[in-house]
T-cell receptor, first 109, second 112 residues
Framework: DAKTTQPPSMDCAEGRAANLPCNHS???????VYWYRQIHSQGPQYIIH???NNETNEMASLIITEDRKSSTLILPHATLRDTAVYYC??????????FGQGTELSVKP | DTAVSQTPKYLVTQMGNDKSIKCEQN?????MYWYKQDSKKFLKIMFS???????INETVPNRFSPKSPDKAHLNLHINSLELGDSAVYFC???????????FGNGTRLTVT
């Protein structure tokens, strides 16, 4: 069980913000939320992770709701190179990262 | 600098053969993983090693045998290859608890 639910696909216009939602309603108090992306034929690439607070790095921002049952990954100015499958993952017991189906983001000119 | 490197990138072989995939990380991480991505693009964990010791072993056929000669290397040996083993295999490593995984670029295995 992936423990996360994401829309299968989304479109975004180039230069606009891409907001990717994720539901993780069964998350435990000490479980982190991680976001990865996989560009065609490459290995998954780490983007950002968080526990309770919102996080920002050079790639993206992560907004986690106060009850921690959902989060949103924000790519502030999407480019064509951001077209990829985005995975929202909760680390389960034992340290495993279990990937779900992810959201296929298409950034269009 | 390549953080997590896998060899070979492509591997084509016949059913029944035995093959190995190598993985090395230069990040100084203690924990390494093998994941399998099938044709439906699901990424499934297979194994995890911490300091050369097996800590996660999912329900993988025993034809798959990971070997960790040191904490920077985690190789995957597959005996008696079957058509269903065709997939992309990803190696990953992780630092301290809570830190993210770093993945290699995968080995595409095709069994004919």
């Amino acid at each position: 069980d992936a423990k996360t639910t994401q829309p299968p696909s989304m479109d975004c216009a180039e230069g606009r913000a891409a907001n990717l939602p994720c539901n993780h309603s069964t998350i435990s108090g000490n479980e982190y939320v991680y976001w990865y992306r996989q560009i065609h034929s490459q290995g998954p690439q780490y983007i950002i992770h968080g526990l309770k607070n919102n996080e920002t790095n050079e790639m993206a921002s992560l907004i986690i709701t106060e009850d921690r049952k959902s989060s949103t990954l924000i790519l502030p100015h999407a480019t064509l190179r951001d077209t990829a499958v985005y995975y929202c993952i909760v680390r389960v017991e034992g340290g495993k990262l279990i990937f779900g189906q992810g959201t296929e983001l298409s950034v269009k000119p | 600098d390549t953080a997590v490197s896998q060899t070979p990138k492509y591997l084509v072989t016949q059913m029944g053969n035995d093959k190995s995939i190598k993985c090395e990380q230069n990040l100084g991480h203690d924990t390494m993983y093998w994941y399998k991505q099938d044709s439906k693009k699901f990424l499934k964990i297979m194994f995890s090693y911490n300091n050369k010791e097996l800590i996660i072993n999912e329900t993988v056929p025993n034809r798959f045998s990971p070997k960790s000669p040191d904490k920077a290397h985690l190789n995957l040996h597959i005996n008696s290859l079957e058509l269903g083993d065709s997939a992309v295999y990803f190696c990953a490593s992780r630092g301290p608890w809570g830190s993210p995984l770093h993945f290699g670029n995968g080995t595409r295995l095709t069994v004919t």
